[in-house]
C-alpha cells in the first residue's frame, strides 16, 4: 500500500479517478472496511511509482490530511498488514488459490526517498 485515505476523508471521489491501478475505492463498496470514506487497497497501491513523481491521489485531493504514507506493502512489513486485516483496518483481497494476497504473495512497488520515520508518523502525502 503505502499511502491510506484517513478520517478527515470527505468522500468526494476525486482521488479514486486519478489512481492508475484503480486502488481507491468508494465508500460503500463491498471491498471498503471503512463506514463514511473511501480505501486503499494496501495489495494494489503502487504510490504512482512508475506512473508519476507522486501519488496523484494526493495531488487530487481537496482536503488536507485526508491521504496520509502507510508501510510498504513488502515482505518486511508482511505482519504489519495481516494484523491490520484482523482488527479490519485493512480488507486484504482473497485470491481463490493464492490466499491473502499478502505482501508475501505479491510486493507491491513504493517510493524508497519516504522515511520510515514519515511513514510510521502518518504524514499527509501532499507534504513531500
Known amino acids: 500500500m503505502a499511502v491510506k485515505i484517513t478520517e478527515e476523508c470527505i468522500s468526494c471521489e476525486a482521488c479514486a479517478s486519478e ?3 484503480a486502488a481507491i475505492l468508494p465508500d460503500g463498496n463491498e471491498k471498503n472496511p471503512k463506514d ?3 480505501y486503499v487497497k494496501p495489495e494494489s497501491c503502487v504510490e504512482c511509482v512508475d506512473h508519476a513523481d507522486s ?4 495531488e487530487a485531493c481537496p482536503t488536507e490530511g485526508a491521504i496520509v504514507w502507510d508501510m510498504p506493502y513488502t515482505v518486511d512489513f508482511n505482519s504489519y498488514y495481516l494484523s491490520g486485516n484482523e482488527k479490519g483496518e485493512y480488507k486484504i483481497r482473497e485470491h481463490k488459490s493464492k490466499g491473502l494476497m499478502l505482501p508475501e504473495v505479491k510486493e507491491q512497488k513504493f517510493r524508497a526517498d519516504i522515511t520510515m520515520a514519515t511513514r510510521e508518523a502518518h504524514a499527509n502525502v501532499s507534504d513531500f
Open 36 to 38: 463514511g470514506i473511501l
Open 19 to 21: 489512481c492508475p491501478v
Open 55 to 58: 501519488p496523484r491521489c494526493a
